[in-house]
Every structure is written in C-alpha cells, then in structure tokens.
Nanobody
Framework: QVQLVESGGGLVQAGGSLRLSCAAS????????MRWYHQAPGNQRELVGS???????TYADSKEGRFTISRDNAKNTVYLEMNSLKPEDTAVYYCNADVQPYSATYYRNYWGQGTQVTVSS
C-alpha cells in the first residue's frame, strides 16, 4: 500500500512563507507526476501545480511566481514552497501522485490526507 504524507502546514502572517513536504512511502516501482492541490472552505479542490519525474513543471496561472514546486526523486518527496502568502491562500493543501506498482504497466493515483495552511491578515 502506498501512502502520501504531507507536512509543513500551519499558521503564518500575510507576506510570510511556508514549505510543504509530501513523502511517498510503501512498495512501488516508480512515481510519475506529483501534484499539489488546495481546497478552501466551500470551494472545490483546485490544482496548484504539478511536476513530472523529469522535473517538468506546470503551475496554475494564479500561483506561478509565488509558489514553487520541486521534488527529490531519491526521497520520493515533493515540495511546495509558498512565498508572499495572502489570506486567500488559506486552504487545505493536498498532495497527489501517479504511482506505478511493481510488475505493472499502469499507474494508480493516490492522495495525501492534506495539511492546513492558514494565512492571517
């Protein structure tokens, strides 16, 4: 079984920074794309951005420039560096990944449990 565990959330003042981490554990062959989503109260879950195993990045337009996604393939970990945080960035942030099991040609999609980020004004 594969688990994604996020960490690094918390309370920060507007203009501050946070770095979220998401580590994948369990038994698997490889991880393809890893993604960050956020979900504010009353809103749908939205994509923040994604990073391929090659390092190719894609960001949602509203986050590019303030948010940076990176990954450490050796640690099966993806990071989300958030700078110049705004109160509207307050949300639960979720990690998502496409994971290939051993002896399989397909990928399964997994979600983390989420980590709360609260930005005070």
């Amino acid at each position: 079984q594969v688990q994604l565990v996020e960490s690094g959330g918390g309370l920060v003042q507007a203009g501050g920074s946070l770095r979220l981490s998401c580590a994948a554990s369990g038994s698997f062959f490889r991880i393809a794309a890893m993604r960050w989503y956020h979900q504010a109260p009353g809103n749908q879950r939205e994509l923040v951005g994604s990073i391929a195993s090659s390092g190719t990045l894609t960001y949602a337009d509203s986050k590019e420039g303030r948010f940076t996604i990176s990954r450490d393939n050796a640690k099966n970990t993806v990071y989300l560096e958030m700078n110049s945080l705004k109160p509207e960035d307050t949300a639960v942030y979720y990690c998502n990944a496409d994971v290939q099991p051993y002896s399989a040609t397909y990928y399964r999609n997994y979600w983390g449990q989420g980590t709360q980020v609260t930005v005070s004004s």
